[in-house]
């Protein structure tokens, strides 16, 4: 390059050397500006290296809270509901504390004792520890609370014969069964004072109203005195009387109220008088039996609360010892017009079924039961003593018999088996007096039959022969219509005895003298009378034992019309 192309140059350079400047300041500046930008990188990578970690322990720290709250809300429920049931409301402590006992208790009690029963199965649970104390004390105040309340109901029982013992129990002492059962779970002394308590009351108020009702009737009984009679030595008509056979059944004749003792006029005969007396028993043992088996039977677990509608009573007797409700569902005084009770209604109106019970619940139950009733056992025991000494006649007798055996039937169907044995212990002490009496009928007749009774003969032997068949005629027609079961040995085994001495009586006197015709002749009109009596003495026609009697006679008759017909052709 020339001198002067070089200085053209340096001249270009010079005339620009301001902005090469002014450009190298620029520079200058921009690399010390990003000399500080490089700088201020690094110091944010650093800080966001620093906030990365701690984004990422916030995270850890989340997924933590997460899974507790998971697991708080799966214990959530179970805590809630333990809390609820071993905490006690202040509504339900201010119906323990506050307030006397009523109907709003039942509930009450039955929520109180879920929870007390919650709070001893938590004892490992310290809330539950802690409320411990609390709970027991209530659980205090409750069972001194109930025990005044059942005492105040049972004052009534014990403390006037007029109270209607059925209503009590129906529609008071069942209504608070469960309060009661209460007791029995979480306060056992308690419970075994109200039982005793209410074992106290009620066997004062039977065995009051009891004696009353059996002395009415030993005054009414003194009326009418039928003293026993041989076959051969009544002399009463010889007819049947159904009236007085219909007490052999539970569905009969109206019962003799206490009251009427009170009109001197009034009378009854020996087999109405107890059957009103067992009627009045059976009813009410049954009716006890049932609420002590319901009331008083143990409740080892808390039972589901399920409503219970009131019944009325069906007691018959009131403790004043007269019938308080001597009426059929309808109004009807007609005492025939009573419905049995099933094994599933039995004794109170049929306000509980029964369930099978432990041996021991069972021998429990009997021997509540039998603390209550064993006075009135006994005054029952001691009336029919008094009727079977001295002995009475066969036919009456027998219908007691029947209305025991009647009356065993009827407390089976209403479960009540200490009742159920007590009276067949009373039908098993009337027999051996029943087979007493038939063997003195029969020996009476044996003794006429073979001449060693005196004043016999000396009397008309046709109407005598006569009317100790016409009552034979109604010792047979009254036995079949007492007994429906053809295969009852004792019953036709001293019937046939009977017959067979009759047979030989009527033989024996028939038998003297020479005239053949005479003596077929009254022996055919005995036998007749016998047939007439058997044919025309019950509506039981179609009774086995009946046609056969009939039978028997039937042929004597026939035979002896064959010895008239003969000693008739052998005259001429």
Not at 29 to 56: C, H, M, P, R, Y
Request: hydrophobic share 40%.
């Amino acid at each position: 390059m020339s001198l002067t192309e070089q200085a053209q140059v340096g001249n270009f350079y010079r005339g620009r050397a301001k902005d090469y400047i002014e450009l190298h300041d620029q520079v200058q500046t921009s690399v010390s500006l990003l000399d500080n930008l490089e700088s201020f990188l690094s110091t944010f990578q650093k800080d966001l290296a620093a906030v990365a970690g701690q984004i990422s322990e916030l995270q850890d720290r989340s997924k933590d809270i997460d899974n507790r709250l998971k697991s708080r809300k799966k214990i959530e429920r179970p805590l809630s509901s333990l809390l609820s049931e071993i905490t006690i409301p202040p509504s339900l402590a201010s119906t323990i504390l506050d307030t006397n006992v009523g109907e709003p208790w039942i509930d009450a009690i039955m929520d109180f004792e879920r929870r007390l029963n919650t709070s001893k199965a938590r004892s490992r649970v310290k809330a539950a520890r802690d409320l411990g104390e609390v709970i027991e004390g209530l659980r205090i105040v409750a069972a001194t609370k109930l025990r005044v309340f059942f005492l105040a109901l049972f004052q009534p029982i014990r403390g006037s014969v007029t109270t209607n013992m059925q209503v009590i129990q129906t529609s008071v002492l069942l209504k608070y069964g469960p309060l009661f059962a209460f007791l029995q779970r979480q306060a056992p002394p308690v419970a075994t004072e109200l039982q005793r308590a209410y074992v106290g009351a009620a066997r004062l108020y039977y065995e009051t109203g009891f004696r009353r009702y059996a002395r009415s009737l030993g005054v009414i009984k003194a009326r009418t005195v039928e003293k026993f009679e041989s076959l051969v030595n009544i002399h009463s008509e010889a007819s049947i009387n159904l009236e007085r056979l219909q007490h052999a059944k539970i569905n009969g004749p109206g019962a003799t109220l206490a009251y009427m003792a009170d009109d001197k006029a009034h009378k009854d005969h020996v087999e109405a008088l107890l059957r009103s007396l067992l009627l009045v028993f059976m009813d009410n043992a049954t009716a006890e039996y049932t609420f002590v088996s319901t009331f008083f039977t143990s409740q080892t677990a808390l039972p589901p609360a399920e409503p219970q509608a009131p019944v009325p009573p069906s007691a018959v007797l009131s403790p004043d010892g007269t019938f308080s409700e001597l009426r059929s569902p309808s109004g009807s005084d007609d005492f025939g017009a009573r419905q049995p009770l099933s094994s599933t209604t039995p004794g109170l109106g049929g306000f509980v079924s029964f369930v099978a019970k432990s041996k021991e619940e069972q021998a429990t139950i009997d021997a509540i039961w039998k603390q209550v009733m064993d006075p009135v056992m006994e005054y029952c025991t001691a009336f029919v003593r008094s009727m079977l000494d001295p002995i009475p006649q066969a036919i009456p007798l027998l219908t007691m018999i029947r209305l025991a055996e009647d009356i065993v039937a009827e407390i089976q169907k209403r479960h009540c088996p200490p009742a159920e044995t007590y009276v067949f212990g009373l039908s098993l002490q009337m027999w051996p007096v029943f087979q007493k009496g038939m063997t003195e009928h029969i020996d009476g007749v044996k003794k006429l039959a073979e001449g060693t009774s005196s004043g016999y003969f000396g009397r008309s032997s046709t109407t005598t022969d006569a009317m100790i068949c016409g009552q034979y005629v109604v010792f047979f027609n009254s036995f079949v219509f007492l007994t429906d079961s053809e295969a009852d040995n004792m019953i036709f085994s001293n019937l046939l005895r009977l017959r067979q001495e009759v047979a030989k009586l009527i033989i024996r006197h028939t038998g003297q003298g020479n005239d053949t015709l005479a003596k077929a002749k009254e022996q055919s009109k005995i036998y007749g009378i016998l047939l007439q009596g058997l044919s025309k003495g019950t509506q039981h026609t179609a009774h086995l034992k009946l046609q056969q009697e009939i039978a028997h006679w039937a042929y004597l008759e026939e035979e002896t019309k064959r010895k008239i017909v003969s000693a008739g052709q052998s005259r001429r």
